[in-house]
């Protein structure tokens, strides 16, 4: 009794300490947003060429995960699985804390961030990112009713019905998110009708990846075992998750790789564009894919420890891709003259330069630990915590 | 807006008919999508590359002058205007031309910007209205062009006649506050060799109208069907 | 509600929070430096309290629809009221922008952007 009484009482600390902990890095986070509002964009890393940098790899990863992760809440209401069901609340938590993070880091980035209620009230009807707006807050409010209609007994009947409307919504906003870049006609890298697709699907596997993460650590942390059947499952299912990412990165490489005017590109971005090969060679490809896929199907790799390493591996290797999409696409100059060599003082025909500032870094992790703070105290004050029945297979 | 476009896209198409008839005038338009703005005014350059001759660079001194650019060089430094040295790999023939925002009649920043800060004017002038502009660049990713830079630190002593401001996306304004005033763009006024012809594209009497119906001219990525205000000559 | 509605009725709300001391146009609580002043465009009490509809409705139209109003126009306002000595609205905590929205706690954001000189000393400081 004494002993687990005094294991409470450090559990406690320990949440206070981190709770802390990411309340210092949102603190160093507004510091950089700050001084960005002082001296300007000068002291990030972007400039005129690579306009969109690191803050935007995190809040799209973050946007793109906080979608993903509600496909464990849709394959509960949608098709009705139990195991599911009950991890419906915890998905929830998670998109609505990761679309927070995200959304703070996109805002906080903006050269005017004060002024980040205009796209509301000079709604300009052709643009992409103006539709996001309005899927971004539809989400929040949409899962918030969500939540509210699996903890409160008598919404419960509306619980079918808000999922749906859940698993329609994020559809469609991932597609949004895909779409920014989709409509690039212009890019090399970018304009090209897999995008949205493609984020949906790796939306999965990002979001799945997350679950797992913080699921593993909420049993640990209440000193519970999640059952071996349902591990080995959801496990599988990001395996599967995985291998669709992997399949929509490579027809997006390869339909490239077939239009002639985008080869230079291809070359450059999977073979000597330095740092972005790399990353995607190695970090996408090696840690966030076969290393991954190997501890999920390898015979003999059953453990959970198996699954952690796996759904972080997944995690980092999306932070690669996003990485290599965005700053990478952008690196490689745009194409004013296709068949002529061009120089100026502006970078024309010249490969971008970018290097990360810590000021835009710290501004991404700020958006993880606001997606942090956010699923801790929820978790730590409300009941997140999935019940499972003893399992049945469906 | 749009409504009106593709009213007259219906008209055009219903007209077809009327290609046989008078075929040179209304293929003509249509290639060039003049018919469908029906603005009076429609202001735009020609731009004459042969007379674009190297380590020139009249036009850019004269546009950092009057617009209040610093005329620095590093990446975050804007650039409204810069001269493109272009060489033709299989035939070894080169030749440069001053690239800037090309006026787009169909400008994919003003469709991209979410709080419609970058607009077109009536008169065809691509702009970005600094009080809406929330500095999400997303502008500067749509552009063919590179046209448009963004201001990253903050800024002193701007010409009154033109306002620029840290945090916020910029590019070539046709020097709109000359242009209002009855004066030509500060480029097409200091190009020595007078080979930036600025004009109304709409009225056919003008210069520039007439030009470009006697000389070959070219839009810069014409393939991506944006209507381009500024055109080139010899490229 | 539209877009204007909106601005309206929030400028209204916020010009119910301007002070009895704009009534009275003889004294003003702290030093004013009006440059070299003279006929506004309008009279100086409903200036003080509506100069900001004047500005932002004409800038609109300015901006957007290219129909510049050579009265109501930021450079015309600096052009009387900046400092004769200094040819500033803002250089100084009584230049004439200042004085007033500095007592009123009220930012200003114009002169981020807008010059705040008068033009022909612009012209003078920069001609090269």
Redesign the interface.
């Given at each position: 009794m004494s002993t687990s009484f005094a294991l409470q009482h450090k559990k406690n600390r320990l949440y206070y300490a981190l709770l802390a902990g990411a309340g210092l890095v949102v603190l160093l986070a507004l510091y950089a947003v700050d001084l960005m509002e002082?001296?300007?964009?000068?002291i990030t890393g972007m400039?005129?060429?690579i306009?969109?940098g690191m803050p935007h790899v995190f809040a799209i990863f973050l946007i793109v995960a906080a979608s993903g992760v509600l496909n464990v809440a849709s394959i509960g209401s949608v098709f009705g699985k139990a195991i599911y069901k009950a991890r419906a609340p915890l998905a929830g938590l998670l998109s609505i804390a990761m679309l927070s993070g995200g959304l703070a880091v996109l805002m906080l980035d903006?050269?005017?961030?004060e002024?980040?209620m205009?796209?509301a009230?000079?709604?300009?009807i052709?643009?992409?990112?103006?539709w996001n707006?309005i899927l971004y807050s539809g989400m929040f409010g949409l899962v918030i009713a969500y939540l509210w209609s699996m903890f409160e007994k008598r919404m419960n009947v509306y619980s079918k019905p808000l999922g749906v409307a859940v698993f329609a919504w994020r559809f469609i906003l991932t597609t949004g998110t895909g779409l920014?870049f989709a409509?690039?006609?212009?890019?090399q890298a970018?304009g090209s009708a897999i995008l949205p697709p493609m984020f949906v699907v790796m939306s999965f596997a990002w979001g799945m990846a997350v679950f797992h993460i913080v699921q593993m650590v909420i049993y640990a942390w209440n000193d519970k075992e999640l059952e071996p059947e349902i591990l080995e499952r959801k496990k599988r299912l990001l395996g599967l998750f995985i291998l669709g990412s992997l399949y929509m990165v490579a027809v997006y490489h390869m339909t490239n790789l077939y239009f002639a005017h985008r080869m230079s590109f291809e070359r450059f971005i999977l073979l000597d564009g330095g740092v972005y090969p790399a990353l995607f060679w190695w970090g996408y490809v090696l840690i966030g894919n076969v290393l991954p896929l190997a501890l999920i199907f390898m015979p003999g790799m059953k453990t959970k420890k198996s699954a952690m390493m796996a759904s972080l591996a997944v995690v980092l290797g999306g932070f690669a891709f996003l990485y290599v999409f965005i700053i990478g696409g952008?690196a490689f100059p745009?194409d004013?003259?296709p068949?002529?060599?061009?120089?100026?003082?502006?970078?024309?025909g010249k490969i971008?330069?970018y290097t990360p500032s810590i000021y835009e870094i710290l501004l991404g992790f700020g958006g993880l630990a606001i997606a942090f703070i956010i699923t801790t105290v929820s978790v730590h004050v409300l009941n997140f915590m999935p019940h499972d029945k003893s399992y049945i297979a469906d | 807006m749009k409504d009106v476009q593709r009213r007259n896209f219906l008209k055009t198409s219903v007209g077809l008919a009327a290609v046989t008839i008078a075929p040179g005038m209304l293929l003509f338009k249509v290639a060039h999508g003049e018919s469908d703005d029906n603005s009076k005014v429609r202001w735009g350059m020609l731009i004459d590359t042969s007379g674009c001759t190297n380590g020139c660079r009249e036009c850019i001194d004269a546009c950092n002058k009057e617009n209040g650019l610093s005329g620095g060089l590093a990446p975050t430094d804007s650039q409204w205007i810069r001269k493109i040295e272009i060489k033709d790999v299989s035939t070894g023939h080169e030749f440069g031309l001053p690239m800037m925002c090309q006026h787009c009649a169909e400008p994919p920043c003003v469709d991209v910007c979410p709080t419609g800060a970058s607009f077109k004017r009536h008169d065809g002038i691509v702009l970005v209205d600094k009080h809406r502009c929330i500095g999400c660049r997303y502008c500067m990713m749509a552009c063919p062009y590179k046209a448009r830079s963004f201001v990253h630190e903050p800024l002193h002593n701007q010409n009154p006649d033109v306002p620029r401001g840290k945090g916020t996306v910029e590019s070539c304004t046709m020097c709109v506050h000359r242009v209002d005033e009855g004066k030509q763009p500060a480029c097409a006024e200091a190009c020595p060799n007078k080979s930036i012809l600025f004009g109304n594209l709409h009225d056919p009497n003008s210069e520039i109208a007439k030009k470009i119906r006697a000389v070959a001219s070219t839009q810069v990525r014409a393939d991506l069907n944006l209507n381009t205000g500024v055109r080139y000559q010899g490229i | 509600m539209s877009v204007s509605g909106v601005r309206l009725l929030l400028l209204l709300l916020i010009s119910l929070c301007i002070p009895n001391v704009w009534a009275d146009q003889s004294t003003l609580p702290y030093k004013i430096d009006i440059g070299r002043g003279g006929h506004c465009v309008r009279d100086p009490v409903w200036m003080r309290k509506n100069h900001m509809h004047l500005l932002i409705h004409q800038r609109d139209l300015t901006v957007r629809e290219g129909k510049p109003n050579k009265e109501i126009d930021l450079r015309n306002c600096v052009e009387c009221h900046a400092s004769t000595k200094d040819d500033s609205v803002i250089a100084r905590s009584d230049s004439f922008c200042v004085a007033c929205h500095r007592y009123e706690a009220v930012k200003i954001d114009c002169f981020e952007c807008h010059s705040g000189i008068r033009k022909s000393a612009w012209l003078q400081r920069n001609a090269k």
């Amino acid at each position: 009794m004494s002993t687990s009484f005094a294991l409470q009482h450090k559990k406690n600390r320990l949440y206070y300490a981190l709770l802390a902990g990411a309340g210092l890095v949102v603190l160093l986070a507004l510091y950089a947003v700050d001084l960005m509002e002082e001296k300007g964009h000068i002291i990030t890393g972007m400039n005129n060429q690579i306009v969109w940098g690191m803050p935007h790899v995190f809040a799209i990863f973050l946007i793109v995960a906080a979608s993903g992760v509600l496909n464990v809440a849709s394959i509960g209401s949608v098709f009705g699985k139990a195991i599911y069901k009950a991890r419906a609340p915890l998905a929830g938590l998670l998109s609505i804390a990761m679309l927070s993070g995200g959304l703070a880091v996109l805002m906080l980035d903006l050269g005017r961030p004060e002024r980040f209620m205009l796209p509301a009230l000079d709604f300009n009807i052709t643009s992409v990112f103006a539709w996001n707006t309005i899927l971004y807050s539809g989400m929040f409010g949409l899962v918030i009713a969500y939540l509210w209609s699996m903890f409160e007994k008598r919404m419960n009947v509306y619980s079918k019905p808000l999922g749906v409307a859940v698993f329609a919504w994020r559809f469609i906003l991932t597609t949004g998110t895909g779409l920014i870049f989709a409509f690039l006609t212009a890019r090399q890298a970018f304009g090209s009708a897999i995008l949205p697709p493609m984020f949906v699907v790796m939306s999965f596997a990002w979001g799945m990846a997350v679950f797992h993460i913080v699921q593993m650590v909420i049993y640990a942390w209440n000193d519970k075992e999640l059952e071996p059947e349902i591990l080995e499952r959801k496990k599988r299912l990001l395996g599967l998750f995985i291998l669709g990412s992997l399949y929509m990165v490579a027809v997006y490489h390869m339909t490239n790789l077939y239009f002639a005017h985008r080869m230079s590109f291809e070359r450059f971005i999977l073979l000597d564009g330095g740092v972005y090969p790399a990353l995607f060679w190695w970090g996408y490809v090696l840690i966030g894919n076969v290393l991954p896929l190997a501890l999920i199907f390898m015979p003999g790799m059953k453990t959970k420890k198996s699954a952690m390493m796996a759904s972080l591996a997944v995690v980092l290797g999306g932070f690669a891709f996003l990485y290599v999409f965005i700053i990478g696409g952008q690196a490689f100059p745009l194409d004013l003259f296709p068949g002529y060599e061009v120089s100026s003082t502006f970078g024309d025909g010249k490969i971008g330069s970018y290097t990360p500032s810590i000021y835009e870094i710290l501004l991404g992790f700020g958006g993880l630990a606001i997606a942090f703070i956010i699923t801790t105290v929820s978790v730590h004050v409300l009941n997140f915590m999935p019940h499972d029945k003893s399992y049945i297979a469906d | 807006m749009k409504d009106v476009q593709r009213r007259n896209f219906l008209k055009t198409s219903v007209g077809l008919a009327a290609v046989t008839i008078a075929p040179g005038m209304l293929l003509f338009k249509v290639a060039h999508g003049e018919s469908d703005d029906n603005s009076k005014v429609r202001w735009g350059m020609l731009i004459d590359t042969s007379g674009c001759t190297n380590g020139c660079r009249e036009c850019i001194d004269a546009c950092n002058k009057e617009n209040g650019l610093s005329g620095g060089l590093a990446p975050t430094d804007s650039q409204w205007i810069r001269k493109i040295e272009i060489k033709d790999v299989s035939t070894g023939h080169e030749f440069g031309l001053p690239m800037m925002c090309q006026h787009c009649a169909e400008p994919p920043c003003v469709d991209v910007c979410p709080t419609g800060a970058s607009f077109k004017r009536h008169d065809g002038i691509v702009l970005v209205d600094k009080h809406r502009c929330i500095g999400c660049r997303y502008c500067m990713m749509a552009c063919p062009y590179k046209a448009r830079s963004f201001v990253h630190e903050p800024l002193h002593n701007q010409n009154p006649d033109v306002p620029r401001g840290k945090g916020t996306v910029e590019s070539c304004t046709m020097c709109v506050h000359r242009v209002d005033e009855g004066k030509q763009p500060a480029c097409a006024e200091a190009c020595p060799n007078k080979s930036i012809l600025f004009g109304n594209l709409h009225d056919p009497n003008s210069e520039i109208a007439k030009k470009i119906r006697a000389v070959a001219s070219t839009q810069v990525r014409a393939d991506l069907n944006l209507n381009t205000g500024v055109r080139y000559q010899g490229i | 509600m539209s877009v204007s509605g909106v601005r309206l009725l929030l400028l209204l709300l916020i010009s119910l929070c301007i002070p009895n001391v704009w009534a009275d146009q003889s004294t003003l609580p702290y030093k004013i430096d009006i440059g070299r002043g003279g006929h506004c465009v309008r009279d100086p009490v409903w200036m003080r309290k509506n100069h900001m509809h004047l500005l932002i409705h004409q800038r609109d139209l300015t901006v957007r629809e290219g129909k510049p109003n050579k009265e109501i126009d930021l450079r015309n306002c600096v052009e009387c009221h900046a400092s004769t000595k200094d040819d500033s609205v803002i250089a100084r905590s009584d230049s004439f922008c200042v004085a007033c929205h500095r007592y009123e706690a009220v930012k200003i954001d114009c002169f981020e952007c807008h010059s705040g000189i008068r033009k022909s000393a612009w012209l003078q400081r920069n001609a090269k």
